[in-house]
Every structure is written in C-alpha cells, then in structure tokens.
C-alpha cells in the first residue's frame, strides 16, 4: 500500500484490529474486505464455493502489505458458521469487527417460491448473521463492531418478485435494533447498511433489468461495491463510535 493510499483511508485507522467478513470472495464483500485491510485489519473472509476467487482476494489484500485468510463456510450451515468466528479467532488471536455480507436471493411470484427457497434464504440470511454475532459477541472487546449487509428491498417494494429476499433483510432491521440495546452497555455497536442497486457480477450495470434498477433511484446510476464498502469503513472505525442501532442507506436515492 502506498503512502497516499494509507491517508485517503484514515492512516490505517484500524491498524491491529482483525475482521470477519462473510461472502467476501466477490462483489461487495470483496470491496469490504479489502478496504477493511488497507485501513490495518487483519481480515479473514469466508467463501462458499468458489476457493479460486477467494484466494485472489486474499492476496491482493497480502500484496498491499495487509493479512488476509479466507476460510470456506457456507451460511446456511451452523456449524460452519461458528467455525468461521472460532478460526479467526484462533488464526489472528482477537475478533473486533463482524461483518454479516454473505447472502442469497431467490426473487419470484410469491406464489411459486418452495419451501427449500424458503429455508435457504432465511437460513443463509438470518439464521447465519445471527449466529455470527452470537458467536462473535463471545470475543468481542469495548469498541466491537457489527456490520450487516441488509438491502434497498427491505426499505422499499419497487417491484413485485421480491418476497422472500425482503423478508429476510427486512429481519436484519429487528437483529440490529436488539443487538445494539443487549451489546451497547459493553461499547459494541451495532449497525445495518442497505445497498441499492450495485455494479457487481451477481446484478451487472449493463445487465437485463439494470436500466429499470438505475431508474428507480434518485441519481438515476448504479453504484459501485466500494461505495458500500467507504460506508462499513466508517461504522467500523473510530467515526462509527456513536452510531449504533442504525439503518444507513447506501442506495442511490432508491427509497427516498
């Protein structure tokens, strides 16, 4: 990392801090975890399937000069989910910042979602976020931080398809609320950001529905994963001290 890097992010303002950010192989995920690293994290990341993606992400963070592990877990899987907090643990010796990113979205008629739609989408989106900070809580010193990766959709109903996914971010916002009031006597905030549409591979600016998406917000674009990212930054360093409880939104203008 360059002189000039390190200042435009606050002069490694989370220098000896260590980070879990699930899902952090692609997208929004990756930007948070490589903007957590080029502030000082120690960071580890979690993937699902794809080993080879997350491994690149890794070492851009070690190329940077940063630490970086990337630990398979799949969201939907409690096991999985406590092994991922217990091995950071373990790997870089304290846990300061948990950022809950990893999700799936089944969108559809309502009419038409399954049952297994139902419970992988509330397993991976609630079930896992909540066993997270419930294992992180455990490790968690004064001035912890957890960041969850809710969604526009949870803040406004654009379209119709998007039922079960609502539905799950829409629960970050009571998990949030609560958690901020059970952890806040011991200084752990806890705080929820909502993206709106974003240039990722999963939803691309130049894909079928992207000119619709874009339409629906206030600046009329998409964004871009670091924007998400510049926002999880700040909550997860010193100017996120007396924000907590909190749903930001990161949007566009998508529910304004």
Same mark, same amino acid.
């Given at each position: ?39 000082? %994290? ?25 630490? &970086? ?6 969201? %939907? ?58 294992? %992180?809580? &455990? ?109 930001? %939104? ?7």
């Amino acid at each position: 990392m360059t002189s000039a890097t390190a200042t435009a992010h606050g002069a490694r303002s989370l220098a000896g801090k260590v980070a879990l950010v699930t899902g952090g192989s692609r997208g929004i995920g990756e930007a948070i975890a490589v903007r957590l690293a080029a502030d000082g %994290a120690a960071v580890a990341l979690t993937y699902h399937s794809r080993e080879d993606r997350a491994g690149q992400v890794v070492q851009r963070i070690e190329q940077a000069g940063g630490a &970086g592990w990337a630990v398979r877990a799949d969201g %939907a899987d409690p096991e999985a989910v406590w092994a991922s907090v217990a091995g950071t643990v373990e790997r870089f010796g304290r846990l300061d910042i948990l950022v809950n990113n990893a999700g799936v979205g089944v969108l559809g008629p309502f009419e038409g979602i399954s049952l297994a739609d139902v419970d992988r989408v509330l397993h991976t989106n609630v079930r896992a976020p909540f066993l997270a900070a419930q294992a %992180a809580a &455990g490790h968690l010193p004064e001035g912890g931080r957890i960041i969850s990766i809710g969604s526009c959709m949870a803040e406004r109903a654009a379209f119709p398809g998007g039922s079960l996914y609502a539905t799950s971010k829409t629960a970050l916002t009571g998990l949030t609320r609560t958690l901020a009031r059970e952890l806040g006597p011991r200084g752990i905030t806890v705080n929820l950001v909502h993206p709106g549409p974003v240039d990722t591979d999963m939803n691309p600016a130049d894909g079928d529905s992207a000119e619709t998406q874009a339409g629906l917000t206030s600046l009329g674009s998409y964004g871009r994963p670091a924007d998400v990212a510049a926002t999880v930054a700040h909550l997860a360093g010193d100017g996120g001290r007396y924000i907590t409880g909190a749903s930001i %939104a990161v949007d566009g203008g998508f529910a304004a």
